[in-house]
Structure formats: structure tokens, C-alpha cells
């Protein structure tokens, strides 16, 4: 198999995650943009905040493999 082939096969597998992936990407990106829209805060507290959702994606998703886990079985 090709790598793309691969790679489509990856996809359709997970669409879901994908999707809430892109999903909380988007509105992460919102939210900030709004809140420093409305604050006009300084740029480093923009970027800053920017960067922490990172950190908030890994909680959200960690989070949610735990809440989902006892359903599960796991």
C-alpha cells in the first residue's frame, strides 16, 4: 500500500476524532480571537494564549478518554 492510501485509510477509520479535533481547534482560535478583539491585550498575551490551547486540547481529550473510559470497560 502507498503511503496516501495509507493515510486515507487512517482517516476513515477516524473521522470522528478528526472532526472534534478540528472542532476544538476552530473554536479555541475563536474564542481567543474574540476575547483579545473585546480586551486588546498586549501581542506576547495573545500568542500566549494561542499556545495554551495546546495544553487545553491534551487536557480536553485526556479528560475525555477518562470520562468515557468506565463506559468502555477499560
Known sequence: M???AEWVASVREDRLGLLVDLAFAVAWVTMVEVVFRVVDGPTWAYYLAM???IVAYFGF???LE???GGRDGD
Open 66 to 68: 477518562v470520562a468515557t
Open 51 to 53: 499556545l495554551s490551547g
Open 2 to 4: 502507498n503511503p496516501l
Open 61 to 63: 481529550v485526556w479528560n
